[in-house]
């Protein structure tokens, strides 16, 4: 996926680490277009069609295309060249699984971090605490340094952001230039906020509004000054 994944876990009982591992791994050799042996890449160089392809692949397929639906094209599955590139679902869709394996494993408190997304999980806390997730912002300009941080409090898990920090400009903005440079996504799961903060990239602040008009969602942007927006949900969370 050409980036770092790392997990951090409170608990006593054993971590599954290996398991969640095999997770990542089976992603990667699934849908990597760093690898050249991969499902996916083959499909982009034309060697497998689509319809060919494993039900799986097809699967995250349809849900990349559903979440450009429902973004009004701000969010694609395709490149510009239309090579097919499901990053921007299968990142989110791995975390999920991964977070499955730790949950069924019986971790109750734990954070998984996967370039730029964060997902977590913080249960059976002792009688009367409300201990909320802090999770930090980096500064698009500085990457050594945090923006801001936010708490997770209740139902929500979930925290992407999209920009150039992390791996560079790899979003496809529909104006040819992106309002923002980065934009973080606070959500109750990782996919949704994961697909929302790459669109709001892509198109900017028009797709910004919509997003915060129709989902339940808190939201921090960084235009290219520097200035910084932020949702009522997002202010109060900080």
Do not use: C
Not at 14 to 36: M, Q
Not at 55 to 76: I, N, P
Not at 166 to 186: K, L, M, N, P, Y
């Amino acid at each position: 996926m050409g980036t770092v994944a790392s997990l951090g876990a409170l608990d006593d009982a054993p971590i599954p680490v290996r398991d969640v591992e095999a997770v990542f791994t089976a992603y990667d050799e699934r849908f990597s277009l760093y690898r050249n042996d991969s499902e996916l890449s083959r499909v982009a160089s034309g060697e497998l069609r689509l319809d060919d392809a494993s039900t799986t692949l097809r699967d995250a397929y349809a849900t990349a295309v559903e979440w450009r639906r429902l973004t009004g094209g701000a969010f694609t599955p395709n490149r510009p060249d239309g090579v097919i590139d499901l990053n921007g679902v299968v990142k989110a869709l791995a975390i999920a699984d991964a977070g499955t394996v730790l949950d069924r494993a019986g971790v109750t408190n734990w954070t998984l971090a996967v370039g730029g997304d964060v997902l977590t999980a913080s249960r059976a806390l002792p009688a009367g605490v409300d201990e909320p997730e802090l999770i930090g912002i980096i500064d698009p300009d500085d990457r050594t340094a945090l923006l801001t941080t936010v708490q997770l409090r209740g139902s929500r898990r979930a925290v992407a952001t999209s920009g150039s920090a992390e791996r560079g400009d790899h979003i496809w903005s529909r104006d040819g230039i992106a309002d923002f440079v980065q934009a973080t996504v606070v959500a109750d799961d990782i996919l949704t906020a994961d697909v929302l903060a790459t669109a709001i990239i892509a198109g900017g602040r028009t797709t910004l509004d919509d997003i915060s008009d129709r989902w339940d969602v808190d939201v921090l942007t960084v235009d290219r000054a520097g200035a910084l927006l932020a949702t009522p949900g997002f202010r109060a969370a900080n």
